[in-house]
Structure formats: C-alpha cells, structure tokens
C-alpha cells in the first residue's frame, strides 16, 4: 500500500510538472492581458526576508509566500494563530501548553520567529521554543507576515534549519485610530491602534492589546487560561526623505493558570491520590526595545544599523492541594513522596547589534553583507546548580538553587544577486557564526531562478544549515513538581549543533488569473538534540544528548484559479516522510499527506463583503496514540459595513471533528466574531 500510495503521489506530481511547463511555453506567445486577479499578487509582490533585500517572489529561488493583514482580515482571525490557517505546509499543533510552529514537518524548534527582522527573547528548549511567540503579538499591529519555507541558516543563523517567518508591523503613515473587539470559543479581546501620521518630520504608532484566554478543559487538565496585555509603540523620524531613526518598544504581562482534576496511583495495592485539584500559575512580562538608523543609497541600494533589547521573565507557582484517604501516620509516611508547593523561575535575555547593507555594483550584481553580534542570557532556578554563579534561594519555606549564564555569538554573511542575461538568476550566499560555547560554523547556499518565459520558471537551491544548543539545553538543572512526580532534568554542555543538509526544486506558471506549483524538497538532519533517560536513573530523570537522526523529505504541490471578479479557488497538496533515522519510525505529531481546497468570494462593491470556505484535511496523521485520518470544514465571513466599520465571524471545524482518545488532533468547533472600528 506505501508503495502503492508513493506510485500515485509521484504520478500526481508528473501531471501537474507538465502542465504547468506546457502552460508555461504556451504563454510565450501570448499576452498577460489586464486580469491580475491571484498571479499580480502571488509573483509580483516585493518579498525582504528571503534575501534581506527586496525581490520579486517570482525572482527569489526560496519558497516564500506573503500573508497580508486583509487576507487575516477575511479569515476573521483574531491573532495570529488563525491569522496563519492557509499558510501552506505549516502546521501548528496546540495543547494546554500553546502552539508549536512546524514548517514542512520541521521541529517547532527549528523555525526562527522574527518580528520587523529582529530576534526578541523566548523559551529554547526543543519542547518549547515558539509555543507562544505568534500567540503573544498583537494581531491590530501587523501589516504582513512573510514566511520563508526551507533552511536560511546562510542569512539568519542559527535556528532556521526549517525556515523563517517574520511578522512586519505597521508604520504610522497615515493619521487614523482603530478600536476592536472580539470573543469566541478560546478568547475575548479588546484593542486599540493609533497612528499619528506625519507630524513634521515624526511620526508615531501606539498599540494595545487586552486579551482574556478562556478556560477549555480537555480530559482532566485545562488549558492556560486568564489575561494577556500587551502594549507597544514606534517612532519614526526622518532626517530626508531616505534616512530614517526608528524606536521601537513592546511590553507583554501574562497571567494565567491552569487546572487539573484528581489523579490516582496505586501504591501497595492501595489508591493514593496523588493530585488533588492541582493548580498551576504562570506570570510573565516581557520587554523589547530596539534602535535602528536606515536609509537608500542614490543607487537604489538600503542600509541598516540597529541595537536591540529582550528580555523575558517566567514566574511558576503550583499547588496540588492533595488529600489522602489514608490514616494520619500513614499519611505522613506516603505524603513525603510528594510536593503539594513547587515554584520554579527563569529569565531570558538578549541584547545584540547589526548591521547590513545592499549595494548594487552593476546591473547584474546586488551584493548584500552584514554582521551581527548578540549576547544571550538566562538565569532562574531551571538552571539550578547546572550553571555559573550558583546560590539558592527560597520561597515559601522551598528551597532551590540558582545559577546563571551567558552565550556569545558574532556573524558576518554575504549575498550575491547575480543576474545571467534575462533568464538566469543566481543567488550564492554564505554566513559563518561564531558561538563561545562550541566554536565556528559556516552556512553556504546557492540557489538560482531560470524563467521559461515570463509566464513559467524553475527554481532549484542546496543548503547547509545549523542549530545552536541553547543556554537551557547545556545548563539546565531542572527540578520541578509536575502533579504528583518531580521531573529532573539536566543539560550536557558537551552537546554538538544540530545540522541539515537540505535541497529543492520547483517548477511555477501562470496564465493571467491561474497559476501552479510543485515543489520537492529533501532534509537530511543529524545531531538532533532530544532528551533520553538517564541510565541508572528513575524514569523521571532525563538529560539532554545528541542522538538522533531524520530524514524529512516531501512534495508541495499548490494550483489556484481566479474564475471572475467575484469568485476564485485554490488547491494545495502536501506530502511528508518525515522518519527518525535511528529507530526507523515515522516522527510524531506530523501527517503523512495534507492540504485544503478553498473557495473565496467577493461581492466587489466599494464596501465588500468577502466570504471564505475551506476544507482541510489530514492522512496518517501520527501522533503518540496512533494514526488518524480526518478533515475540517471552516468557514469566515469579513463585511466592511461602511468606511469606518468592519464586522466578521468565523467557524472552524464546522462540523465538531474530534478525538476522545487523543484530544491533541483537533481543538473541536472553534467560533470567532468581532467588530473594528477605524477614525
């Protein structure tokens, strides 16, 4: 049957790669004509973060796809979670504990997260890096998110083994105010965004955020739930009309907490309960400043220096409130076994500064090259004895030891945009990182654009990337109550980056309102940093090592057609074979194929109202538990009432798909409604 199922995709994939290269040599000898309907906006958009300098998407040799603010608008979404729904080949499993971001069935962990370009400080370790970095950004103040699929480490570094997504926020060029509200299945929202205009030779754009998440249990747990505010503003000043000094500040505060039933262990033949209305509370603040100068050459080429500043605060209290039905003595002997008070404290930081800048030589040359150098640090009781200047303290009569540390990195990378007569475009690029904790890496690319014709093209690139251990992954010495066990964990400084080879080639075409695409691409990671048992230890010991291996391999096939002024459709397709290369089994929490089938609608007046419907759909979708196979009907609706009004209402999982045996597969029926208002 696998044999079998690969004949088909392999067949699938032979029919769309010929007639998109039989459009495409057809269209030669024809006009584009005026219907820019969905190919203007898919290949002629002007992408930055593939090549940190602007480019066609139809040039650049990545695959990249731009999400705008209205196309979230028409999904009603709510934050940036369901603002990402079509995002194609992206999946982001969620649970109590957030959403992972996994690009082409990658690790969460293998996906950088930038915002306006920039790192800003989170949780990095493998289980939970990005779980809440797209969650905690104001929807009301993105303008774009550009995502890059595949490896960038020869641009960005470490992290982006999987590719990139960078959240571009909104420049205060036009005076107006925005009020919203929102509710839903999984929160309630109120925001504000003010942009100043030009004020002179300023301008300014403030942003705040008020967000309660809504408690929703599944089994005996539920998930995080309580309030989130965020605030931020930036200012911009030009000193001519090409040179600007840009500030940016953010700040995020999070309280909430979760909650779980009575849980049950037998012990001497006996029930002992272990958990008794087990609460968790988690408190977070989060600053982010940043200070940039930029500007364009009289030759069309830009610069950019910036410093920056992140840091994160995480604050864990929880009790379990367990009572036992056992008599006093018995009691006192048994309950020694289990914490009912744990607390735990951890810090993030990171300042760094960079410079990049973009020249054009001649007409066929653009050379872009920068350099970066970032100091990351963490502090807490997670680290425990594990790092530098170890002390204890104490909470609540609970004692716990705290250390510290610090990682240096400093990079420098070049890129070349080569133009080969009218056809070619090559674009080689190379970065080399230096880490005080392991040493050098350096991170070569080359990938190159070949246009058929206007209408069709080829695009092919080969890659090295690399992932960094984090500060957490070397130095941890966790040791924290999780209901009625404490979980150890323990860093290894001796770890090695994780590392990926990887390759793809595309083929793309369009004919005035349609277009196609198919994409292979090939990852071979080694290194990959996991957690195992340690031996000797109890099974609730665990330590970090290099020990596996995959192979993530898959096809990307996309087609869309605009069949009038009102109505278009889209089609996507995704085959993944994702294997741990250790133990010949498949990886967890990845579907073997997926994709959707939408239709859009417009009215088209000046004040549209826009209607979007897609299904969504999983094949062997793997998860601890088992495989499952299903799909999801969504629904959106956005109507701009008049100038100033915007109301929406959106329906996933229309028809309440759901797991009782693996709650993890699907939230269930998800409902959003919401109304804006713009001055």
């Known amino acids: 049957m696998q044999k079998l199922r690969k004949k088909r995709v392999a067949l699938l994939t032979a029919c769309v790669i010929s007639a998109l290269v039989s459009r495409g040599f057809a269209a030669e000898e024809m006009s584009q004509g005026g219907d820019d309907g969905i190919t203007s906006f898919m290949l002629d958009d002007l992408v930055v973060t593939a090549t940190r300098t602007p480019m066609l998407t139809k040039e650049v040799p990545s695959t990249v796809q731009i999400i705008t603010a209205e196309e979230m608008q028409n999904l009603g979404a709510t934050d ?68 890059v699929r595949g490896v960038a480490s020869a641009l960005y570094g470490s992290d982006a083994l999987g590719g990139v997504v960078n959240i571009i926020t909104k420049n205060p060029e036009k005076s107006q105010f925005t009020a919203g509200v929102s ?144 008599p006093p003595m018995l009691e006192n002997m048994l309950g020694g076994m289990y914490s009912k008070y744990d607390w735990d404290h951890i810090e993030y930081d990171m300042w760094g500064v960079e410079g990049k800048n973009t020249v054009h030589l001649d007409k066929h040359n653009t050379l872009t090259f920068g350099a970066e150098y970032r100091v990351s640090g963490a502090e807490g009781t997670r680290l425990g004895d594990g790092a530098d200047n170890v002390h204890q303290v104490v909470r609540k009569g609970n004692k716990k030891f705290y250390s510290d540390k610090e990682i240096i990195n400093y990079a420098a990378y070049i890129q070349d945009i080569y133009k080969v007569g009218n056809k070619l475009t090559l674009v080689p690029s190379v970065r080399y990182d230096h880490d005080n904790t392991f040493g050098g890496e350096i991170s070569p690319k080359l990938g190159l654009t070949y246009e058929f014709s206007g209408f069709s093209r080829i695009k092919a690139s080969a890659g090295r990337g690399f992932k960094a251990p984090t500060i957490s992954e070397m130095y941890f010495a966790m040791h924290r109550s999780m209901g009625g066990a404490t979980i150890n964990i323990y860093g290894n400084p001796d770890l090695q980056p994780e590392k990926s080879k990887t390759y793809e080639i595309s083929l793309e075409g369009e004919k005035k309102g349609n277009y196609g695409k198919a994409t292979y691409f090939y990852n071979d990671v080694d290194n990959l940093i996991t957690t195992e048992n340690i031996p000797g230890g109890s099974q609730y010991d665990y330590e970090y090592v290099n020990v596996n291996k995959a192979r993530i391999q898959g096809l990307e096939l996309e087609a869309g057609r605009k069949f009038n002024k009102h109505w278009s459709g889209k089609v996507t397709y995704n085959y993944l074979d994702a294997i741990d290369k250790q133990e010949h089994t498949r990886l967890t929490n990845r579907a073997r194929q997926n994709g959707t089938v939408q239709l859009s609608y417009t009215d088209g007046k000046k004040n549209p109202l826009t209607v979007t419907l897609w299904d969504q759909y999983f094949t062997d979708y793997k998860t601890g538990n088992g495989d499952y196979t299903f799909n999801t009907v969504n629904l959106a609706v956005n109507k701009q009432v008049n100038g100033n009004l915007r109301v929406y209402a959106a329906l996933d999982n229309i028809f309440d798909k759901t797991f009782a045996s693996d709650a993890s597969v699907t939230d269930g029926r998800v409902w959003r409604i919401g109304a804006e208002m713009t001055f």
């Not at 996906?111 to 370009?117: F, P, R, T, Y």
């Not at 800003?120 to 993105?142: I, K, Q």
């Not at 925001?191 to 929703?216: L, M, W």
């Not at 000193?239 to 001497?268: C, I, P, W």
């Open 80 to 147: 940036l979670i369901s603002g990402l729904r079509l995002a194609n080949n992206i999946s982001m499993p969620g649970g109590m504990a957030g959403n992972e971001l996994m690009i082409r069935g990658m690790s969460t962990n293998h996906a950088l997260v930038l915002v306006d370009g920039k790192r800003t400080a989170g949780e990095d370790t493998s289980a939970t890096t990005n779980r809440y970095a797209l969650a905690r950004l104001s929807l009301s103040n993105v303008a774009r998110v550009e995502i």
């Open 183 to 326: 509710t839903g299945t999984e929160q309630i929202n109120n925001y504000y965004h003010y942009d100043s205009g030009k004020i002179g030779k300023f301008s300014a754009g403030v942003d705040a955020r008020f967000t309660e998440i809504r408690e929703r249990k599944t089994g005996g747990s539920t998930n995080y739930f309580g309030p989130e505010r965020f605030f931020s503003i930036k200012g911009i000043y030009d000193f001519e009309e090409n040179k600007h000094l840009q500030f940016d500040a953010g700040y995020l505060n999070v309280d909430t907490r979760l909650h779980s039933d009575d849980q049950y262990r037998t012990v001497m033949g006996m029930p002992l309960n272990t958990q008794k209305d087990y609460v968790e509370y988690n408190h977070w603040n989060r600053y982010d400043y940043s200070l940039s100068y930029s500007g364009e050459t009289q030759k069309g080429g830009d610069y950019r220096l910036r410093a920056y500043y992140s840091h994160l605060k995480k604050d864990n209290e929880n009790f379990n409130n367990r009572a036992s039905f056992f």
